[in-house]
Every structure is written in structure tokens, then in C-alpha cells.
């Protein structure tokens, strides 16, 4: 299937650009170090638990990162001399299922300030043009920044299997 064009950049406000893309495999050791300085609080919600081996999470994020049915978004902004990872979303189509499922993390000075809705946004859309339609997370039930940022974003809550965690669940207009 053909990438159709999606918008890949948003502006956060006139003095601090953020830029959303497609990461690659070249993104590998800068995500692994983004995941690295997110706080503990945020990387035990972004992974739902303790973590160790980040760089190999990174490369799991990024494997086959190039195909519609597995993707990797990154928020980037420009700090000090260098663009720097802000924010990252992932997202996987399970066959079984015919949902894909979705994780979004934001790094702590850029929370609150609209990256998670423009990762989110941007995921839905390129999603949807690949066909996928049906979108799905989860989240621990004490974090309330995702559950909040769901329900803003029209998931519909329900069950999960993990009783640490709630769902949610999106039906994607085409």
C-alpha cells in the first residue's frame, strides 16, 4: 500500500517548534536515550512497569518500522544545537484482533503543553490511511494524564485483562 501523505510537523507556539515524524532506524540510540531521561514515574507509565534495557525497547519500537502495520512517531524539537526526541508514539496492527494497538509517552518538561495530542492526532491519521480503523491502549488505572488524553481524543473506556490497567477502545472514520 502506498504512504499517502500525512502532516508530519506541528508548531507547540511561536518560540519552540516540535516537529512529528516517522522515526527510523537511524533513531534507535536517540530514542533509547529519550526513554532513558524520562522520569521514573513517566517511564513506569509509559511501559506499565519497571524497565531496564531501554535500548533494546528502542529497537523494538523501531523493528519493521518501515512497514503500515508497525510504526514508530516521534515528537522532536530543536535544544541547544541539536533536534531532540520530546515524545514518541508506537503503534502495532494485530491481524487477530484487526485492532491496533498504541503507546504514546511525552517527555516531562513537554507535558501539558499539547505534544501528546498532536502524537495521537498524527497516529490516528496515519492509521487510518493505511486502512486500519480500529485503535486500542491501555493504561495503568493511576495514570490519569493518559486516561485523560484518551477520553479527550473520544476513546471509549472498558475492562482490561491486566487489573492494574484500564482500556480503551476507537472506532476510526475513514
Not at 43 to 65: K, P, Q
Not at 68 to 87: C, H, W
Request: net charge positive; proline share 2%; aromatic share 10%.
Amino acid at each position: 500500500m502506498r504512504n499517502p501523505s500525512w502532516p508530519e510537523a506541528i508548531a507547540a507556539d511561536a518560540q519552540n517548534r516540535v516537529w512529528i515524524r516517522t522515526a527510523a532506524a537511524r533513531d534507535v540510540e536517540s530514542l533509547g536515550e529519550y526513554f532513558g531521561e524520562l522520569s521514573q514515574p513517566s517511564r513506569h507509565n509509559r511501559f506499565m512497569g519497571t524497565v531496564s534495557n531501554l535500548s533494546r525497547i528502542a529497537s523494538e519500537c523501531l523493528a519493521d518500522g518501515s512497514k503500515a502495520d508497525r510504526f514508530t512517531l516521534v515528537a522532536e524539537s530543536r535544544e541547544l544545537t541539536r533536534d531532540a526526541i520530546i515524545g514518541e508514539a508506537s503503534y502495532a496492527f494485530d491481524r487477530a484482533s484487526g485492532r491496533g494497538e498504541f503507546a504514546i509517552s511525552v517527555s516531562d518538561r513537554w507535558q501539558c503543553q499539547g505534544v501528546g495530542s498532536a502524537l495521537l492526532c498524527a497516529l490516528q491519521f496515519r492509521a487510518a490511511s493505511f486502512g486500519y480503523f480500529e485503535l486500542f491502549g491501555e493504561t495503568l488505572k493511576t495514570n490519569d494524564s493518559m486516561k485523560n488524553l484518551a477520553r479527550k481524543a473520544g476513546f471509549e473506556f472498558t475492562r482490561s485483562l491486566d487489573w492494574r490497567a484500564v482500556r480503551f477502545d476507537k472506532k476510526l472514520s475513514g
